[in-house]
């Protein structure tokens, strides 16, 4: 089988070796980003304690709020803010060691004060065994600790700390510092931010400042790197530590925030922005099966080394006998066949007849990879008694493949994988390789008709109605208003690919969509960058035209229709 189509072992090998690497890959990283914080959306995704809350947009560790005229500024306050679920910092105990995780995070703080206001007193990045908030954590102890508690090795926590107020008693450097905590507020390593231009708590107005915090399990090496948001991240670390995490943390602990007020210091203490990754190894139990997948991941490389090495033998030979034309339809004929539920193929003379010899007066529009036609075909429907034979006739558009298209191959080969499994009552059915109407009023009136579902509060009616309620609401609430954020006419307020990837598996809550469509605006054209973007968009919009104009792609052989 493999001399005469070695294709065919290479697909599934990788099919077969990109789930393996798939799995271990989701099974082993955990990630989450927040580009803002919503009440309803996010609550579910963070804990809260003492006085923090979410408030325009932001995680309030100290009280930012419209409720009460003073409380927004209250003295003696301290709160904590963590993500719900623990992460697994390392596995192995025995013998044979142990292995720690590495992780990688990156946030937006803004601590505000104004001007007649004493600042103090900080905040802090925490790794702790839980959410919970020690009592009488204000002032100095920044949420993390109390007079009682400071420095025992019970409290099991890292932190790194913003600080804004200088402790005589605990040696702090000055009034503008970060520092490198252990189940403590006395600082194993602070470092003054004066030199480096950076004030924490600024006179009015704020500043939002981006904090990398960089761990290397291997090494154990924890690095901190600080910088006004909007710029790059440094080439050289704050702060440089060697730590072995398993020293002081319990196995399964949190990620999060902590902060402070005191009397008379005060100062609003923020958190804008949060993403993380983790590396978190797998447990000790799945440690066989980790090295049963890995074995089959090397075992799959080296046959599919194996199979290129015979097909480049094979490749060579038959392009030295000129058959590499048949090879690559042979090849596309086979790909196609793996489709689930793939329609009949038709004979390129079925086609040609349909639409009257490709005439002119059948033509419909010209998109990606060819033009398109309208035809008539006739169907020979046969009785399931065997008995007699009826004739339909449905009406079909026909798209032309053209060979000078033929670099366009791949692309028509996945957007074909793609509508064939689409099913929409607004939306052509596909009834043989490969044909389709997704023309373009019909998407744009489909949003528009989603859009205005949305505005009225009746999105789930955007529902094939053929499912009944036979579906997860929630699942299909969170589906459209992607759709409709992806959807936005200006390409840079579309959400990312890893938000995307996150919305949908239910690891974020469902982006925030305005009731009303956005209304497209050209970017400013004054600069490379936004010049670079426009034509961007514009080159993008385009293909995306193109593509949705798909319908069939032909090609004539000697005797049958292949794609």
């Known amino acids: 089988m493999a001399a005469q189509n070695p294709y065919s072992i290479i697909a599934l090998l990788i099919i077969m070796l990109f789930n393996l690497a798939h799995l271990a890959f989701t099974d082993n990283m955990s990630s989450f980003t927040f580009e803002r914080f919503v009440d309803d959306d996010h609550e579910k995704l963070l804990s809260f304690r003492g006085n923090s809350s979410i408030y325009l947009e932001a995680l309030q560790l100290t009280p930012e709020t419209p409720n009460d005229a003073h409380s927004w500024k209250q003295k003696n306050a301290s709160g904590r803010i963590m993500y719900h679920k623990p992460f697994r910092f390392w596995i192995g105990d025995g013998g044979d060691g142990y292995r720690l995780a590495s992780f990688n995070t990156t946030f937006v703080i803004n601590i505000y004060r104004a001007s007649d206001w004493e600042a103090g007193n900080g905040l802090a990045f925490l790794i702790a065994p839980n959410a919970s908030i020690p009592e009488a954590s204000y002032g100095q102890y920044l949420g993390l600790t109390n007079a009682s508690t400071d420095g025992s090795t019970a409290n099991h926590f890292v932190a790194i700390e913003f600080d804004t107020e200088k402790q005589d008693d605990i040696e702090d450097p000055d009034h503008n510092h970060i520092g490198f905590n252990i189940n403590s507020i006395r600082s194993k390593n602070a470092i003054p931010l004066d030199k480096y231009n950076i004030i924490l708590s600024p006179d009015p107005p704020g500043v939002n400042y981006t904090v990398w915090v960089d761990y290397n399990g291997t090494s154990k090496l924890m690095q901190v790197y600080m910088v006004k948001e909007g710029n790059q991240k440094p080439g050289e670390p704050l702060l440089n530590e060697t730590i072995d995490l398993k020293e002081y943390l319990k196995q399964e602990s949190y990620f999060g925030f902590a902060a402070s007020t005191g009397d008379p210091q005060i100062e609003l203490n923020c958190v804008l922005k949060w993403s993380l990754q983790i590396n978190n190894q797998p447990d000790d139990e799945n440690d066989e099966k980790w090295w049963k997948i890995g074995a089959g ?31 690559a339809t042979e090849f596309g004929s086979y790909i196609l066949k793996w489709l689930p539920g793939m329609p009949r193929e038709f004979k390129y003379k079925e086609l040609k007849k349909a639409t009257s010899n490709f005439h002119e007066s059948m033509k419909l529009g010209e998109g990606g990879f060819g033009i398109v036609y309208k035809g008539v075909l006739l169907l020979n429907d046969k009785a399931d008694d065997g008995g007699t034979t009826t004739t339909t006739t449905t009406e079909i558009a026909v798209k032309k493949f053209s060979r000078d298209s033929i670099k366009s191959k791949d692309d028509f080969l996945a957007e074909l994988t793609i509508i064939h499994h689409l099913r929409h009552k607004n939306l052509v059915r596909l009834v043989g390789p490969g044909t389709k109407i997704r023309h373009n009023q019909h998407l744009y009136s489909m949003v528009d008709w989603v859009w205005t579902l949305h505005r009225d509060g009746r999105i789930l009616e955007a529902v094939d109605e053929n499912l009944g309620n036979n579906f997860v609401h929630d699942e299909a609430n969170r589906l459209l208003l992607l759709g409709l954020a992806c959807s936005h006419p200006i390409d840079s307020e579309r959400p990312k690919t890893e938000t995307i990837i996150q919305i949908v598996s239910g690891t974020l809550p469902p982006p925030h969509v305005p009731p009303f469509k956005p209304a497209f605006t050209w970017p400013s054209m004054s600069t490379t960058d936004s010049t670079t973007g426009s034509l961007s968009s514009t080159t993008s919009s385009s293909r995306s035209y193109a593509r949705t104009q798909s319908v069939i792609k032909l090609r004539r052989t000697s005797s049958s229709l292949q794609v």
């Open 297 to 327: 991941v090397c075992v799959s490389v080296v046959m599919i080394i194996f199979i290129f090495v015979v097909c480049g033998v094979v490749f060579v030979r038959r392009k030295r006998s000129k058959a590499s034309l048949e090879e």
